[in-house]
Each structure stands twice: as C-alpha cells, then as structure tokens.
C-alpha cells in the first residue's frame, strides 16, 4: 500500500519561499512519477509540477521560473521548492504519484 505524507507548508509573505516535502512508503517510488498538485477554494485541483523517475519534469506556466521540483529516490521523497511566493499560490498543496495515490494535502497561504 502506498502513503504520502506532505509536510513543509504554512503561512508566508508574498516574494517568501517554502519548500514542500512529500515522503513516500511503499515500493513504487523509483519508478513512480511524481507529482504536486494544488486546490485553491472555490477551483478544480491542477497540476503544478510532475516529475519522471529519471528527473524530467514539466511545470504549469504559473510555476515556470520560481518553483522546483525535484526527487530523492534514496530517501523516497519528491520536494516542490517554491520562491517569489504570490497570494494567488494560496491553496492546498498534494502530492501524488501514478495520478492514482494522493497525499493528504499540506495548506500553503501567501498573505501580508
């Protein structure tokens, strides 16, 4: 059975950073792409980075230039480093992998 647990996220400024952590049990991590994903009240969930089991990763144009994401396979964590933080990055913020197993969400708020 696979678990996600995603840690990292709270309350920040905007232009702040934060740095999401999601660890995975299980035996599929290695070769498992990987995802973050985020809910905004009131919006459908959508994607905001994925990455390959060989590191290729693909990001939503509002991510473009200030997050990273990136994976630990020795450590079966996938991290979304996120810089130049707006309000509109508000949400709640999901790990996934396989578009099949899902996180339980860490809430991520960008407010003065």
């Known amino acids: 059975q696979v678990q996600l647990v995603e840690s990292g996220g709270g309350l920040v400024q905007p232009g702040g950073s934060l740095r999401l952590s999601c660890a995975a049990s299980?035996?599929?991590?290695?070769?498992?792409?990987m995802g973050w994903y985020r809910q905004a009240p009131g919006k459908e969930r959508e994607l905001v980075a994925r990455?390959?089991?060989?590191?290729?990763?693909t990001y939503a144009d509002s991510a473009k230039g200030r997050f990273t994401i990136s994976r630990d396979n020795a450590k079966n964590t996938v991290y979304l480093q996120m810089n130049s933080l707006k309000s509109e990055d508000t949400a709640v913020y999901y790990c996934?992998?396989?578009?099949?197993?899902w996180g339980q969400g860490t809430q991520v708020t960008v407010s003065s």
């Open positions: 996934n992998a396989r578009l099949v197993h």
């Open positions: 299980g035996s599929i991590f290695d070769s498992s792409v």
């Open positions: 990455i390959t089991p060989n590191g290729g990763t």
